[in-house]
């Protein structure tokens, strides 16, 4: 499975990004994905997870009500749309693919991940 991570870039507070992320490799709609970041100095930590249908969606406290998980099967495509950004949203961000079709925040339910792309965050 390959996971190709985009649209990650210098914002300022208060803005939105939406990042993407490609899949190929293995049938897609079969897998949960998820979005985990990792700041400098810190442990990399769940942002937001959905299940193969797109149905279920779960997020992190820190970011609820600003980001949004979402899923386009016939693309191979997941995406993360992140709003009102924060200092603290600052990290490398990266995708993942599920080893279930069952959404999940649990590190150890994802066995394929991106390279990751980069959000800076300007006040």
């Known amino acids: 499975v390959q996971l190709q991570a985009s649209g990650g870039g210098l914002a300022q507070a208060g803005a939105s990004l939406r990042l993407s992320c490609a899949a190929s490799?293995?049938?897609?709609?079969?897998?949960?994905m998820g979005w985990f970041r990792q700041a400098p100095g810190k442990e990399r930590e769940f942002v937001a997870t959905?299940?193969?249908?797109?149905?279920?969606?779960y997020y992190a406290d820190s970011v609820k009500g600003r980001f949004t998980i979402s899923r386009d099967n016939a693309k191979n495509m997941v995406y993360l749309q992140i709003n009102s950004l924060k200092p603290e949203d600052a990290a490398v961000y990266y995708c993942a693919s599920a080893l279930t079709p069952s959404a999940t925040g649990r590190n150890s339910q994802y066995d394929h991940w991106g390279q990751g792309t980069l959000v800076t965050v300007s006040s």
């Open positions: 959905i299940d193969w249908s797109g149905g279920i969606t």
């Open positions: 490799g293995r049938t897609f709609s079969s897998y949960a």
